[in-house]
């Protein structure tokens, strides 16, 4: 313990004559960097977090958005497949429908048509089987005539006609 | 020959104080073995948990410093 | 103390000595104290001000230190002080920035360490406790006496344990400062201590010196930590006086 001003003697934190001094010292440097902290150091920081957490808001916001507008167009997709299909369903059924009727009308034309023509045969046939008969009572008449004839039996055509007449009625057609 | 004896005591309490060191790292050795016994119980819960280790560590430690401090005393200041 | 004739002093690196010679140590002289705080403050700007200069979103590597220290301490007074002591964040910071880099720039080699004083660690803790107790009588008037009255105990209980409740209140800013001066000054004590049994053991001197290296990196952590406790202390007596119900 030579030099007293160089050599501790005790503690020398205990020595009170340098109390003052520290304190002050430690104050000014307390002071001071509070005040750059809270001036300066800490607002910007706090701003660059709070940018960082607006920017990643923001970034899932927008995945968020990009996600719906996705969904939003699959969904329309979806919608337009199904409207085209019931689209394509209803043509198919017009068509469809369409062609029922024109087959429709053409089956009832042929249908008219084919018993027009039955009918206009049937008429034919029938006026056929009217000339046919009416020859038979003429070629009747006429052989009745012509036998008459040869047995030299005169009859007047009046009755001639009248007798055949009556026996063709008579006998039917057979 | 007074002041050696006062000197004495002095150096034969700062060891004694001393002792109160291995008191506090007896505490501290507690806290820090029923952390990690309840850390390992449930891990899950002991990251929420550090601070009040390392105020109990605090509170622990600073009966050993006191204990050092005293120490200190006898040899520098009294 | 001597050895083969050398002498170990622990304590003379915590001696204040003016800076520009003379023996005067009045109030206003520039002393070592005032050269390592004004070094700590300005390795707390550099750190909060410099690294955080380029404000970008991605951040550079000094720019995430200063990010994930803010957001450290940030985060510890809202957990442990509450959402309404998030106003009081700038000096907390202030308090750990400070006490931080003091506590590692006394770790270079022939630095003073400013925190190892008690006239320091004092005027820290006294601020805390002084503007702590006024805050909760300003906030609480007369109900933040309700702290030392345990309603949970049973009634003849209650005045002793007040009486606990009051000592221990009172001792917080001794505990506060003297832990940390304390923590500080052994540390660098025994390093000194250590470092002159380098000198006195002559051909066995890298064994102190090994020791020396393990309690430099003991020391580094301490001096962390009892950054991270000085500040964790002063959210939890400022908890106390924003929310005396126990």
Not at chain 1, 72 to 79: F, L, P, S
Not at chain 1, 141 to 147: A, L, P, Q, S
Not at chain 3, 85 to 109: C, D, E, H, K, S
Not at chain 3, 172 to 188: D, Q
Request: one cysteine or more; hydrophobic letters at 55%; aromatic letters at 10%.
């Amino acid at each position: 313990m030579a030099d007293p001003a160089q050599d501790a003697v005790g503690m020398p934190q205990l020595d009170f004559t340098t109390f003052p001094n520290q304190i002050f010292w430690l104050i000014v440097a307390m002071i001071a960097l509070y005040l750059i902290l809270s001036r300066v150091a800490l607002p910007q920081i706090s701003a660059v977090l709070a940018d960082r957490r607006g920017a990643i808001t923001n970034d899932i916001a927008a995945a968020e958005e990009a996600k719906q507008k996705a969904a939003a167009a699959e969904e329309a997709y979806h919608k337009a497949l199904a409207n085209a299909r019931a689209e394509a369903g209803r043509i198919v059924d017009q068509a469809r429908a369409e062609i029922q009727q024109e087959l429709d009308v053409q089956m009832a034309k042929a249908e008219a048509e084919i018993a027009a023509r039955s009918a206009e045969s049937e008429k034919r046939i029938r006026e056929i089987r009217e000339s046919a008969m009416d020859m038979v009572a003429e070629v009747a008449k006429d052989t009745t005539r012509e036998v008459l004839g040869v047995f030299d039996v005169k009859a007047d055509a009046r009755t001639v006609n009248a007798a055949v007449t009556a026996r063709l009625k008579q006998g039917g057609t057979a | 020959m007074e002041g050696d004896l006062v000197q004495m005591g002095a150096y034969i309490g700062a060891g004694l104080a001393c002792l109160g060191m291995g008191g506090a790292g007896i505490g501290v050795g507690h806290v820090a073995g029923n952390y990690l016994a309840g850390a390992l119980r449930n891990p899950s819960a002991a990251p929420g948990q550090t601070a009040f280790l390392f105020i109990g560590i605090a509170f622990a430690e600073a009966l050993g410093i006191f204990s050092f401090l005293v120490a200190l005393l006898l040899m520098f200041a009294v | 103390m001597a050895e083969n004739g050398i002498v170990i002093k622990p304590m003379d690196q915590f001696i204040v000595k003016p800076l520009f010679g003379g023996d005067m140590v009045s109030w206003y002289t520039p002393t070592n104290v005032t050269l390592w705080m004004a070094l700590t403050v300005l390795a707390a700007t550099a750190m909060m001000v410099y690294g955080s200069r380029g404000r970008a979103v991605v951040p550079t590597r000094a720019q995430s230190v200063a990010e994930l220290t803010y957001s450290f301490i940030y985060k510890m007074v809202e957990d442990v002080a509450g959402r309404d002591a998030v106003r009081f964040f700038p000096y907390i910071m202030t308090v750990f920035l400070f006490v931080l880099f003091a506590n590692l720039l006394g770790l270079i080699p022939f630095a003073f360490t400013t925190t190892s004083h008690i006239a320091v660690t004092a005027v820290l803790a006294l601020t805390v406790f002084i503007s702590v107790t006024a805050l909760g009588f300003i906030l609480h008037g007369t109900k933040f006496l309700k702290l030392f009255w345990v309603d949970s105990a049973p009634l003849p209980l209650r005045p002793v344990l007040a009486l606990i409740e009051v000592i221990s209140y009172f001792v917080r800013p001794v505990s506060h400062s003297i832990r940390l001066a304390g923590a500080m000054m052994a540390g660098h004590a025994v390093a000194k201590v250590f470092a002159g049994f380098a000198a006195a053991l002559g051909a066995a001197f890298f064994l102190p010196i090994l020791a020396v290296t393990a309690l430099y990196a003991l020391e580094l952590l301490v001096a962390v930590i009892q950054a991270y406790v000085f500040t964790i202390l002063t959210c939890v007596y400022l908890k106390d006086a924003l929310h005396p119900a126990h």
